[in-house]
């Protein structure tokens, strides 16, 4: 039975690019249009793009997904198997740089185990005049995270991004209007993904992808052109999990007083000294109970 990759899923169809006997996808060949068998239903599941699947031609040239390979990773919100890094895409400009977002982000990607990359697009519209790229740059390199800064326009950063994407799924994702689709355009020439200007009145892009695709790389890699969002639920994360996703609380978080502490008002709470002294940014923690605050409210609400 031969297998493949979902490389997309449009209305009911699943299309599966065929890989080679070493697992490589076969990039040069076409995808086969297949359905689902009806037993993904009756088990509560469906196969999502990024999965690896067994499935079997049909006569009229089409196909049937008959099983699905154990997920590395998972991820709901966009709905992508198998990703092992999430680049995350913020505009320095137009849209303007959003880092309560970027924190949601965050948030899920590290609930969903999955390394993360921050992309600044747009470098080429900085202000000369402020420091504002280089203290996001600094501040989330503090923290742990890998922070490159772009610009589709002149090219800068494209190679440094190229090379971190070669051989593995990475999910784009971030806030729409960044400019994520002409990323994907600069690092794939011919590729002619559709854009569209940013609103100005509203502040946000339209959404101009409409379904979650995995593009080839001629590295080896694919990325995951995703929905762009404006917004982020806490539904699937418990309340005692999101101080786990900040992850500079975790050297804090065991010399806590109390157990199960929630950082907020609780005597003895090292995570709170140490945003105090200085070890733990003011806006990062003022995100951790924004989110918290969001959450409790949202649970008593469902």
């Known amino acids: 039975m031969p297998e493949g990759i979902i490389v997309k899923a449009l209305s009911g169809y699943y299309y599966v690019m065929p890989v080679e006997n070493n697992g490589v996808p076969s990039v040069e060949g076409s995808a086969v249009q297949c359905r689902a068998r009806g037993i993904f239903r009756k088990r509560g599941t469906s196969p999502l793009v990024g999965d690896r699947v067994s499935y079997m031609l049909t006569e009229n040239g089409e196909g049937t997904v008959d099983e699905i390979r154990k997920r590395e990773t998972e991820l709901i919100r966009p709905p992508v198997a198998n990703v092992s890094l999430a680049v995350l895409v913020f505009s320095v400009k137009e849209?303007?740089?959003?880092?309560?977002?970027?924190?949601?982000?965050?948030?899920?990607?590290?609930?969903?185990?999955?390394?993360?990359?921050?992309?600044?697009?747009?470098?080429?519209?900085?202000?000369?005049?402020?420091?504002?790229?280089?203290?996001?740059?600094?501040?989330?390199?503090?923290?742990?995270?890998?922070?490159?800064?772009?610009?589709?326009?002149?090219?800068?950063?494209?190679?440094?991004?190229?090379?971190?994407?070669?051989?593995?799924?990475?999910?784009?994702?971030?806030?729409?209007?960044?400019?994520?689709?002409?990323?994907?355009?600069?690092?794939?020439?011919?590729?002619?993904?559709?854009?569209?200007?940013?609103?100005?009145?509203?502040?946000?892009?339209?959404?101009?992808?409409r379904h979650v695709e995995l593009i080839p790389l001629d590295n080896g890699g694919f990325v995951a052109d995703t929905p762009g969002f404006s917004q982020l639920d806490f539904l699937e994360i418990g309340v005692e999990e999101l101080s786990t996703c900040f992850r500079e609380f975790a050297q804090f978080a065991d010399q806590c007083k109390f157990r199960g502490c929630t950082h907020t008002h609780e005597p003895g709470c090292r995570v709170l000294a140490a945003k105090e002294e200085g070890l733990i940014s003011e806006s990062r923690y003022q995100h951790y109970v924004l989110f918290l605050t969001e959450m409790k409210d949202k649970k008593r609400r469902y």
């Open 95 to 209: 849209p303007d740089m959003n880092l309560n977002l970027l924190d949601k982000f965050l948030v899920h990607i590290e609930q969903a185990g999955l390394d993360a990359l921050i992309v600044l697009t747009k470098l080429d519209l900085a202000d000369p005049s402020k420091d504002t790229v280089a203290e996001v740059k600094a501040l989330y390199e503090q923290v742990g995270y890998e922070v490159i800064s772009t610009s589709s326009r002149t090219g800068e950063g494209s190679e440094l991004l190229r090379d971190r994407l070669a051989g593995k799924i990475s999910v784009f994702s971030g806030q729409s209007g960044v400019g994520k689709s002409s990323m994907l355009n600069a690092l794939m020439p011919g590729l002619t993904l559709e854009t569209n200007a940013i609103s100005m009145r509203l502040g946000r892009g339209k959404h101009t992808t």
